[in-house]
């Protein structure tokens, strides 16, 4: 290990075999050393649950990734238990960098609460760290697979680009997470804009197609495909209307802004 470069914490959502956590794992090998700590099993969707039977197993395995060995860790746990995990018992130490991705698909709006991916930068973020999380847009028939048919060299030729900016510092400190949407036809010439969360919905639940209530089914998901609902400075808007690459600061203050001694005046009343 190269205790003189930046320490980057690598992780996902979609676990540890995934084309796009390995398509990252190599871009960000410029920039410094790479840990990869990643989820066992496929966990999107999880958000930044920390479920109770997760059973925190963690299997250190040596894979071959185009010629060169790594040393990597699949966890038993959330993607953000595995930021955890890593954190506190793999890492000698705080890692210079959380980064999350590159996913199977994007993660827009109001949605993030639910994505794994943003929740192992939320994670990160929580303890102090910067945090990066990368999501590529893809077919729907991709988000839970792990298909090579998928270019992620783009994506993480930004996931780069975006980790050494972190790196170097200079952010308002009120940003903790950085979330960078790229859209399936970018290459790395793609202009990039700041973007704001949409207040619109993008992926809306879809009730099972089912005969029975006993027949096991989730619910499932389709997007809203009417781009002129979306704000024109909005993460869906400027990747899928303006097919550019969003970049989303995010902080974990949710409070709303609103003047509290007025909230407090109508709630006495």
């Known amino acids: 290990m190269a205790k003189d470069k930046p320490q ?3 992780t996902n959502d979609d676990g540890i075999d995934s084309p796009g956590l390995w398509a990252a794992a190599e ?6 050393y790479v840990w990869v700590i990643a989820p066992r099993d496929q966990s999107s969707g999880a958000g930044r649950s920390m479920l109770s039977t997760s059973d925190g197993i963690i299997q250190p ?17 959330t993607p ?3 930021v955890q995990h890593g954190i506190l018992e793999i890492i000698d130490g705080n890692p210079d960098l959380v980064v999350s991705g590159i996913n199977y698909g994007l993660n827009l709006g109001t949605g993030i609460t639910i994505s794994g991916t943003v929740g192992a930068a939320m994670e990160g973020a929580s303890l102090g760290i910067p945090s990066l999380a990368v999501s590529l847009d893809t077919a729907k028939e991709f988000h839970l697979s792990y298909s090579k048919e ?7 030729e930004f996931t780069a680009f975006f980790a050494q900016k972190m790196l170097d510092g200079g952010f308002d400190q009120k940003v903790q997470v950085i979330k ?3 859209p399936t036809d970018a290459t790395f010439e793609t202009p990039w804009e700041v973007t704001r969360l949409s207040p619109v919905r993008f992926y809306l639940p879809k009730a099972p197609e089912r005969a029975s209530w006993d027949v096991p089914m989730p619910t499932g ?3 809203q495909s009417d781009m002129s609902l979306f704000p024109p400075d909005s993460d869906v808007f400027t990747v899928l209307e303006k097919r550019l690459v969003s970049v989303t600061p995010i902080n974990l203050d949710m409070t709303a802004p609103v003047d509290m001694p007025t909230l407090d005046k109508d709630l006495r009343r």
Not at 150 to 156: E, I, L, N, Y
């Open 61 to 77: 395995k040596k894979m071959i990734v185009h010629g060169k060995e790594w040393t990597v860790y699949a966890v038993g746990g």
């Open 221 to 223: 998901y389709e997007v």
């Open 150 to 156: 998928v270019d992620f060299k783009p994506a993480a």
């Open 80 to 82: 953000a238990q595995t």
């Open 8 to 10: 980057i914490l690598l």
């Open 27 to 32: 871009a960000l090998s410029t920039v410094g």
């Open 180 to 182: 960078v949407d790229v």
